[in-house]
């Protein structure tokens, strides 16, 4: 009797805190992980790939390229680390880059990025970090 108890209990313990989208098989833990999807990719194949062409998009419509004292447009290369928030929205935790003019405006652009579908890991909305290497 105290076995099947046991048995019971611990069969019941495993049903009710099983996770959506995980995958227990021996020793191996599987945890799914999607990206986070940009507004009209929900329908695409590769969304992966749709985000990027649109990020791309959004950069080359977005960015004003700033200018010096002398008046001339400022060039160069910044990297923007940021994440997509669980709420979809675009967080710029860094903007490195030799003029801070140019990194003022890669910021100011990532942050114009439209609210996004989360990513998710294991079934629940999280921040997905990102690191993008730009050249202007």
């Known amino acids: 009797m105290k076995k099947i108890l046991i048995a019971f209990f611990l069969l019941a313990g495993i049903t009710t805190y099983a996770q959506e989208d995980v995958k227990v098989e021996g020793n191996t833990v599987t945890i ?9 990719c929900d329908n695409k194949a590769d969304k992966d790939g749709c985000f990027n062409k649109m990020l791309m998009q959004h950069v080359k419509t977005n960015f004003k390229y700033p200018k010096n004292d002398k008046g001339e447009y400022i060039r160069g290369k910044v990297t923007i680390k940021m994440e997509v928030n669980e709420e979809g929205r675009v967080v710029v935790n860094s903007v490195d880059g030799k003029y801070p003019q140019l990194n003022a405006e890669a910021k100011r652009m990532m942050e114009a990025a439209p609210k996004m579908t989360p990513g998710k890991r294991g079934g629940k909305a999280t921040a997905i970090k990102y690191t993008i290497p730009l050249t202007f």
Do not use: F, M
């Open 32 to 40: 799914k992980e999607s990206s986070p999807v940009w507004p009209g």
